[in-house]
């Protein structure tokens, strides 16, 4: 399944480490614990591996946010919160995630770079981008079919879809956007040639216009 | 597989000479039991001169329709509204229900028109109402009822007696989100009960509820996402 700008925008050690240490607030728990309840509430969008949440609790061990609390019965290394760990996530969950940084966003760089490439079928970028986006967005439409329940961990998940479902969207509202952006410049005359082959049938709404 | 609806090479040409306007050029595709397809373009692609030829309101300049194997343009005047009463249901953005009749009485309608009796009609609307889930109100006038019931009504009506195909021009148009989702999954859930549904919107995100998309700009279609393509092409040759 594709995945939206937003999830390759994610800074992933922030977001991981956030979201690690408010499951451990909630009780202390072991690594793969972690894993499974991360995975749950996300739907499996962003998938961790195990390594990864041990190194994030070393880090956030190290930095006096989370304690080790010795091993269950089955030799698991438990974690919990400390007090620090405690108004971190309070901190997170009371302030919004920076927007400063556009992330970086391959398709505008891509389209940016065809419209002013000579030779490039912009109409042909755009609908084989937007064939591409309408299929993930039938995929999520599909998940969420069937994620209707009420279930805390439910209702999660299905928000997380939602992100990907109006991510998706407003891709393609900017997509459509650009096609009839680029038609209109094409039919001024101060228009680039390679700006034209956006029609898509050029025989019936000619190039000299 | 037979399709429920087909489009062969069909063209719609308004007016001629300098004012022609050529709404749909050579547009093919086919629609299956049990499939939802969605036509998205922006103002102007020809999808709503699409569901209007479907829908048998209007006739191809070329090209054949089919419905259930039936070539619209053969059946003449007669045929084609009797084809709309019993065959093909119709879901319009603003409802269209008639505001001096009742939810069931508007449902009841069509069955009544094609000569069935009033009570096996009614009978009928009743069930449509209860399986679009507003049984209750089956007494109350469209001013007395939300747009989203009256677009509930609205499909009720589409849906009565055994119809196969659905078309529905911007059914969410004049709804809340939420509520429009709802009226997607009910078109939804009618497909995946065994009818053919072709759903005509400008919003990706609602496009997104069916099995296939088809692109159309100009009057042609220009691509299609999440389907089977080959099977469509295959059943034409």
Known sequence: MATGTWIDGMEPAVSVRNALLALLEQGPRYGYQLRAEFEDRTGGTWPLNVGQVYTTLSRLERDGLVEGRGADDEGHVVYGVTRAGREEVAVWFGSPVPRSQPPREELAIKLALAVTAPGVDVGAVIQQQRTATMTALQDYTRLKRHATGDEPGEVAWGLVLDLLVFTAEAEIRWLDHCESRLRRAASSPRSAASVVAVDTDAAHQGADR | ?237
């Not at chain 2, 009463?85 to 009485?105: C, K």
């Not at chain 2, 609205?154 to 148009?173: F, S």
């Not at chain 2, 009910?186 to 997104?208: K, P, Q, Y």
Request: include cysteine; hydrophobic fraction near 45%; glycine fraction near 10%.
């Open chain 2, 1 to 237: 597989m037979n399709a429920v609806l087909e489009l062969e090479t069909v063209t719609r040409v308004h007016g001629e000479g300098q004012t022609e306007v050529t709404a749909l050029r050579s547009v093919s595709f086919a629609s299956y039991a049990c499939e939802l397809v969605a036509v998205m373009g922006p103002s102007g692609s020809g999808k709503s001169s699409l569901l209007t030829l479907v829908g048998g309101l209007d006739s191809p300049t070329a090209g054949v329709v089919r419905v259930e194997g039936l070539d619209l343009a053969a059946l003449g005047q007669k045929g084609r509204a009797a084809m709309r009463r019993t065959s093909i249901g119709y879901v319009f953005q603003d409802f269209n229900l008639i505001p001096a009749l009742t939810a069931v009485e508007n449902v009841a309608l069509p069955r009544e028109l094609d000569g069935a009796g009033s009570r096996s009609a009614r009978r009928a609307a009743l069930a449509a109402l209860e399986e679009v889930g507003i049984g209750e109100l089956a007494k109350r006038f469209p001013d007395e009822m939300s747009g989203g019931q009256q677009q509930r009504v609205a499909i009720a009506r589409a849906i009565v007696g055994e119809r196969r195909l659905i078309l529905a021009d911007e059914p969410t148009g004049a709804l809340d989100s939420e509520t429009g989702e709802d009226i997607l999954r009910l078109i939804r859930s009618r497909c995946d009960g065994g009818a053919a549904g072709v759903l005509v919107t400008h919003e990706a995100r609602h496009a997104a509820w069916a099995d296939r998309v088809v692109f159309l700009r100009d009057g042609v279609i220009v691509d299609e996402s999440g389907s089977e393509r080959a099977d469509t092409l295959l059943e034409h040759t």
